[in-house]
């Protein structure tokens, strides 16, 4: 079951802020979220489990609510470098993550 | 550079055709995962072997196979192929078992099915 994730598409200027959302029907024990910029891999950016602990970068911020089955990806002051397409991965059991369809964010001068 | 390396980087072939697309994951990593992505689609998981051991398995065509090797490098054979088979393949590899861990990709091998 592949996760949602909304919106599909945003556009920033720079220093601007934007949040990326991820949600699933099934229970989750961690959400993964990757950056893929064009023409390259993915790179991790963060792990979310279940419980709280995070693993991933300090200036990206996300959260992950168990309850609801979301997580959100915050990112702050946009700048150039932050443009590409973000992926959430959702993992229920062990080593199966399913990722989203992504979501497009271009960050404009 | 994530230290996973992919080989081919292009292949081009016909329909019909068999091909084997290899990689070799970050030293000390156990886990291996493969990854289709369509033009302008998400990551579509296939297949994950953790110390040569298939662990799991996603949306995975039957034409489509995959193994580890003791050396611990994994080949993705993909046969008669079919021109929607046409598709960025990733790989990725991580410590353990992805649950947890993070996935350190490779470059990805581009397959054209003419």
């Known amino acids: 079951q592949q996760p949602v994730q909304s919106p599909q598409a945003v556009i920033l200027r720079e220093g601007e802020d934007a949040v990326i959302n991820c949600s699933s029907s099934?229970?989750?024990?961690?959400v993964h979220w990757y950056r893929q910029k064009h023409g390259e891999a993915p790179v991790f950016l963060m792990i979310l489990l279940k419980g709280g602990e995070q693993k991933g970068h300090e200036k990206i911020s996300a959260s992950f609510n168990e309850k609801k089955q979301q997580s959100s990806l915050y990112l702050t002051a946009s700048q150039l470098s932050y443009s590409g397409t973000y992926f959430c991965g959702t993992a229920r059991s062990i080593d199966k993550v399913i990722f989203g369809p992504g979501t497009s964010l271009s960050v404009i001068p | 550079d994530s230290g996973v390396t992919q080989t081919p980087k292009h292949l081009i072939t016909a329909t019909g055709q068999r091909v084997t697309l290899r990689c070799s994951p970050r030293?000390?990593?156990?886990?291996v995962y493969w990854y289709q992505q369509s033009l302008d689609q998400g990551l579509q998981f296939l297949i994950q072997?953790?110390?040569?051991?298939?662990?799991a398995k996603g949306n995975i065509l039957e034409r489509f196979s995959a193994q580890q090797f003791p050396d611990l490098h994994s080949e993705l054979n993909l046969s008669s192929l079919e021109l929607g088979d046409s598709a960025l393949y990733f790989c990725?590899?991580?410590?353990?078992?992805?649950?947890?861990?993070?996935?350190?990709f490779g470059p990805g091998t581009r397959l054209t099915v003419l």
């Open positions: 099934k229970a989750l024990y961690s």
């Open positions: 030293s000390g990593d156990l886990s």
């Open positions: 990725a590899s991580s410590v353990a078992g992805g649950l947890v861990n993070e996935q350190f």
């Open positions: 072997y953790y110390n040569g051991e298939e662990r």
